[in-house]
């Protein structure tokens, strides 16, 4: 079955460590998106991707790099620099570049710093 | 900027009472709004979309919502509510265009809770 993985479900960093989030695609979509969902605030969103070797800063990108070297993976790096990375973390897929295409999402990477 | 304001942050029903979630949104142009659900733990389920059409969007699980253009408002209902409704949903909008790409703006979400 097609659809989205993320790796792994959670999550442990001590604080100052950069961390990397897997995310893997077998739908054949072109873009790719990284959302952080914290309580009350839904989802926003750090980085996206429209097509390979290209990639856009979302509302909230400080602290956070992406790659996009294959179609199907899109990884986001926690850096040490962002202040609250404690957080729910969903990778999403779309099968064009606009006309909102709806999103497909994974599961979810849950990030506990300490 | 385009925003999206969900009222209610937890709504609790009874199990087979009817429901309605509201969404109000902020967009210049024509909206591309969406409506998901997210159950503990997991990604987020489209539940319906609208582009464009008949205002009133039929979706799965017997969901349905109706766009009001003249109240910026795309208000999710359900007739009659399963225990397994219980859920976090979120309304969503969207720009449109080459230059937006996919990009979505949620709401904060509402937690629905069903009593038995």
């Known amino acids: 079955d097609g659809g989205i993985t993320q790796s792994p479900k959670y999550l442990f960093r001590k604080e100052g460590q950069n961390v990397t989030l897997s995310c893997e695609q077998n739908?054949?979509?072109?873009?790719m998106y990284w959302y952080r969902q914290d309580p009350g605030q839904g989802l926003r969103l750090i980085y996206y991707s429209q097509i390979v070797n290209d990639f856009q800063k979302g509302d909230i990108a400080e602290g956070y790099s992406v790659s996009r070297e294959k179609k199907e993976s899109f990884p986001l790096t926690v850096t040490s620099a962002q202040k609250n990375p404690t957080a729910f973390y969903l990778c999403?897929?779309?099968?064009?570049?606009?006309?909102?295409?709806?999103?497909?999402f994974g599961n979810g990477t849950r990030l506990t710093v300490t | 900027a385009q925003s999206v304001t969900q009222p209610d942050i937890h709504i609790t029903v009874s199990e087979g009472a009817s429901l309605e979630l509201r969404c109000n949104y902020s967009?210049?142009?024509?909206?591309?709004l969406f409506w998901y659900v997210q159950s503990p733990g997991q990604g987020l389920q489209l539940l319906l979309k609208y582009f464009s059409g008949d205002t009133l969007v039929q979706g799965i699980k017997g969901f349905e919502a109706e766009f009001k253009r003249s109240q910026s408002s795309f208000n999710l209902r359900k007739p009659s509510v399963h225990w397994s409704d219980a859920a976090e949903y979120f309304c969503?909008?969207?720009?449109?265009?080459?230059?937006?790409?996919?990009?979505?703006?949620f709401g904060g979400g509402t937690r629905v809770l069903v009593k038995p």
């Open positions: 739908l054949n979509h072109d873009a």
């Open positions: 999403a897929s779309s099968s064009t570049r606009w006309n909102n295409s709806p999103l497909h």
């Open positions: 969503a909008v969207g720009a449109g265009g080459e230059a937006a790409g996919n990009k979505l703006t």
């Open positions: 967009y210049g142009a024509t909206p591309y």
